[in-house]
């Protein structure tokens, strides 16, 4: 369901990144990290070394490493190695909670794997509690109403929530982005959700009422600051697109060519109010 399930940006997502290259990478820039996301835009358990990836990670004190995927090749091996060499979060996506309409939202999703990997998942936090599981659930009009069977499917393992309203951010095979709905069915669906919860001491991402209706364009808004915060790594780029990490680091980089530029951004003009309502969405902790 999500724009990478779309036949044209499949085609685009080409090539691996070798263990020998991400190491390399790792050098360069994972001691400045906070936090590692394992896979994003692509599924991270096709990768023969993503364990070892993992383990990449807390090999350079990273304090946060997430997995995010649709979990359907994550065997129970898999994660239990992953969870002991240092994952600290699997992040699962989920478009709904009945076999028809995950199937359909889902590009060749299996429910009874989802299903099984939730189980897994439970067996794994009793050795590892403080192994986290996160569920990332793009609501649209085909599996609003399902967020009612959250508890039924998910169980009690559940750590964080995030509710994220469907936007168009590619040309997705699923057609779909009215809000209209959504938005008149936030206090009877998502409202209840959100108070349970907080009754279960289970972190909610979710944005408020007014943020799904009015999404504003905000293309002049300047993104610095994200540019530096955000370091996206593909068979395709590495952060900047003139970065080399096979030379450089995160320190020689910047000092090169991000010094100035960025603290006149910052410092050399009167900032402007961060709108309330962006393409982005903000969330709110619940």
């Known amino acids: 369901m999500c724009y990478f399930s779309d036949e044209q940006k499949r085609k685009s997502l080409r090539g691996t990144l070798k263990y020998e290259e991400i190491e390399a990478i790792a050098g360069s820039l994972f001691h400045r990290a906070l936090k590692l996301q394992v896979g994003c835009g692509a599924e991270p358990t096709l990768h023969k070394d993503l364990v070892k990836i993992i383990a990449l990670g807390k090999r350079y004190n990273v304090p946060y490493v997430s997995l995010t995927t649709n979990g359907n090749l994550l065997t129970k091996e898999l994660l239990a190695a992953a969870v002991k060499n240092g994952l600290d979060e699997l992040t699962l996506s989920a478009h709904g909670f009945t076999r028809e309409t995950y199937e359909y939202l889902m590009t060749n999703g299996k429910f009874d794997l989802f299903c099984k990997l939730l189980a897994n998942v439970t067996e794994i936090k009793k050795q590892y509690p403080q192994f986290k599981l996160r569920i990332n659930y793009t609501i649209n009009n085909n599996n609003i109403e399902e967020l009612s069977r959250i508890w039924e499917v998910v169980g009690d393992e559940l750590d964080i929530l995030q509710l994220r309203p469907i936007q168009k951010i590619g040309e997705s095979e699923y057609r779909d982005f009215d809000l209209t709905n959504i938005h008149a069915r936030y206090d009877a669906v998502l409202v209840p959700l959100i108070e349970e919860c907080r009754r279960r001491h ?21 993104n610095s600051i994200e540019k530096i915060t955000y ?36 410092f050399g003009r009167k900032a402007r109010r961060k709108a309330d309502v962006t393409r982005k969405m903000n969330y709110n902790i619940k």
């Open 202 to 222: 289970i972190t909610c991402l979710a944005p408020n009422k007014q943020n799904i209706i009015v999404l504003e364009e905000n293309e002049a808004e300047d």
């Open 231 to 266: 370091c996206y790594v593909s068979p395709q780029e590495c952060w900047q697109d003139d970065f080399d990490y096979r030379t450089e680091t995160f320190e020689s980089y910047a000092a090169a060519h991000m010094g100035r530029k960025l603290l006149w951004k910052v």
